[in-house]
């Protein structure tokens, strides 16, 4: 499973949802969707701005966590 670490990011650095959508160009939706952890995709484009605007790497910002229910291959 993906874990998203966009919220603690986001409140570490004291941004608004709002803010970081003017910030970035991105749709409040997608900005809100990716801090409360619902979103089901996340396009290139989208983590570009995210990495650049939130300065961090991508192993910062999202997390693999082997899920314990998935049979292992």
Do not use: W
């Not at 409140?11 to 979103?39: C, M, P, W």
């Amino acid at each position: 499973m993906i874990i998203s670490h966009v919220k603690e990011i986001m409140d570490r650095q004291h941004k608004t949802i709002r803010g970081f959508a003017a910030e970035t160009g991105l749709a409040i939706n997608t900005v809100s969707g990716l801090y409360h952890d619902t979103s089901k995709r996340l396009d290139v484009e989208t983590l570009n701005k995210l990495c650049k605007h939130l300065k961090v790497s991508t192993g910062e910002l999202i997390e693999y966590i082997e899920d314990e229910d998935a049979p292992s291959v």
